[in-house]
């Protein structure tokens, strides 16, 4: 990545430039060339040159009007993410944030160089880890277990959330043994996916890169015990720490 001119660009995440290991090479939102490194220290905006036939839309306000094009530089954006926060921490910037040239990407590092400190310091050498409980497609009519409880109170603990949530204790005694394993988490609002049933559970892990194998070597066992339930688990990560940060949107330049 290099530090060179642009006009218009779409910011992808924010990264500290006293990292220890340099930054992958990674092809940029349009395919047209690699992501550009705007570094103002201490950080520096990864960024996506908007190709020139399309910035007059920017103007027009359409750029970001074509549903088919938004879904294309969705995945886009996340590849970029995912690809930078296998190596280093990156603080995500919501999708459509645009600044004008590099006098506008440290514009934009000076006014929120504070808000972007404390986002890289709280997801410092972590990556998130998406949980999905939810009903299996073909429960097991048997009568469940518990799971085997770390302890009689964790136990204990967990009978009293199955009379208060309505719902097999096994699934809490699950979140906090994977808790246990992370830096942080965080509840989200289950929504529905096509395809599967309603989850009972939807959760965000923030995962030490150093203990990766363990959480999900954690996460897979617990898959295997709550079968007994009748229920399921659904894994995904390692991804950018997307529910750890704010998402806030950025004014265009």
């Known amino acids: 990545m290099s530090d060179r001119p642009f006009g218009v660009g779409l910011v992808h995440g924010v990264v500290a430039t006293d ?33 020139l036939p399309l910035q007059g839309e920017i103007e027009a306000g359409t750029l970001f009007s ?9 995945m886009a954006h996340h590849r970029i993410l995912a690809a930078l926060a296998a190596t280093t ?9 645009l600044v004008s040239g590099l006098a506008g990407a440290r514009d934009l590092m000076t006014r929120e160089a504070r808000r972007f400190a404390d986002r890289l310091a709280a997801i ?18 048997a009568i469940a277990k518990l799971n085997a409880a770390a302890s009689g109170r964790d136990y204990l603990h967990a009978r009293s959330q199955q009379r208060a949530r309505g719902r097999p204790a096994s699934v809490d005694m699950a979140l906090g043994e994977l808790a246990r394993r992370a830096v942080a988490t965080c509840a989200r609002r289950p929504s ?16 030490d890169r150093g203990k990766l194998a363990a959480f999900t070597k954690c996460a897979g066992r617990i898959e295997r015990q709550i079968a007994a339930d009748g229920l399921a688990l659904d894994v995904f990560g390692p991804l950018p720490a997307y529910s750890f940060v704010e998402r806030d949107a950025e004014k265009p330049e």
């Open 66 to 74: 074509d549903p088919a094009r938004i879904s294309a530089l969705a």
């Open 124 to 141: 410092h050498n972590s990556v998130e880890f998406g949980i999905r409980m939810l009903p299996a497609r073909a429960p097991v009519p």
């Open 192 to 207: 529905p996916r096509a395809g599967q049933p309603p989850a009972i559970v939807d959760a965000a892990f923030l995962v």
């Open 19 to 51: 990292r220890q290991a340099p930054l992958p090479r990674i092809a940029d939102a349009f395919d047209k060339a690699e992501v550009i490194d705007a570094a103002a220290d201490p950080h520096a905006l990864l960024i996506s040159e908007v190709p």
């Open 89 to 97: 921490d990156v603080v995500p910037i919501r999708l459509g944030t």
